[in-house]
């Protein structure tokens, strides 16, 4: 991978646990204490993802992010913090972060929230063209959904759901028209989209298989779930197969832990999956 990671955090334990995890997946990770020292280094450096605590003394991630954005448009953002207060969440989310990881963390999490996080395009809606939605959706169904919900006050997550649903995915032109229909910023939605790891900007194969990395899942061999279905479909995580008809994602705690190791396909949920059998759920499917 070789990927350049910067972790900022004012506790040099979660640096050093960022730098273990991180560097023995390859990723070559800096970690400095404080965010002067980070604006200091992203000037002079090119990071695939910065990871930055929000709560440190002096400047805070809060500073540090829009320092980012105003002057590194082309760095992605991961904020982490152990205080996960909806205030703390809904000011992370209006910063355009591209993922938010609640401290402590497993080893496995981080992982996968950091190759989700590399693997999310770096432009904005605005820098996608309008030929790109051409032909790929059904644009009256797409109009009915906007329609529907056009009046509704707070209803941009179910017009996400319901489009993504439709189309499979949600671009950066789609995200646009759905801005324009509910009279909000398209920052906003493409903060939301980037914040849920349910949303997705990437094209999925005609059958997205989800695999849950979450802890419950984890302990009973999910990784080993992974491994044989990246090894079945020729994939890695974040991949469609050539085919078209798979596309294959980890995702965090789905909250069906009593069915664990879970594996999704699609809408259909499969629990209490053996990692050694986990490839036969694709032949249902094909
Ligand atoms: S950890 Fe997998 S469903 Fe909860």
Redesign the pocket.
């Known amino acids: 991978m070789g990927k350049n990671v910067l972790v900022v955090d004012d506790d040099e334990i979660v640096i050093r646990s960022c730098e273990a995890v991180l560097g023995g997946e390859g990723f070559t990770v800096t970690g400095v204490t404080s965010s002067k020292e980070a604006m200091s280094l992203i000037n002079d450096h090119a990071y695939d993802l910065v990871i930055t605590d929000l709560i440190m003394p002096t400047i805070d991630g809060f500073e540090l992010i829009k320092w980012i954005n105003e002057n590194h448009q082309q760095t992605r953002v991961m904020a982490m913090t152990g205080y996960s207060s909806k205030a703390v969440l809904r000011d992370a989310i209006a910063l355009d972060i591209i993922d938010f990881l609640p401290k402590p963390f497993f080893p496995h999490t981080l992982t996968a929230a950091v190759n989700k996080a590399i693997s999310t395009p770096l432009k904005a809606p605005a820098a996608v063209s309008d030929k790109e939605e051409a032909e790929t959706y059904d644009k009256a169904k797409f109009q009915a959904i906007l329609k529907r919900y056009r009046k509704v006050p707070g209803a941009l997550i179910v017009v996400l759901q319901e489009t993504q649903e439709l189309i499979g995915y949600l671009p950066a032109s789609v995200q646009k028209v759905i801005a324009k229909s509910l009279k909000i910023p398209v920052s906003e939605v493409h903060a939301v989209v980037s914040f849920y790891s349910y949303f997705t900007m990437k094209p999925m194969g005609k059958y997205n298989v989800r695999v849950?990395?979450?802890?419950?899942?984890?302990v009973k061999r999910?990784d080993e779930i992974l491994e044989k279905l990246q090894e079945t479909m020729g994939v890695n995580e974040g991949e469609i197969t050539q085919d078209g008809m798979f596309s294959l994602e980890t995702?965090?705690?789905?909250?069906?832990?009593g069915?664990?190791?879970?594996v999704l396909v699609g809408q259909d949920t499969f629990g209490s999956v053996n990692p050694a059998t986990a490839n036969e759920i694709l032949k249902e499917y094909q």
């Open positions: 849950c990395l979450g802890t419950a899942c984890y999910a995702v965090r705690c789905i909250g069906a832990c069915l664990a190791p879970v």
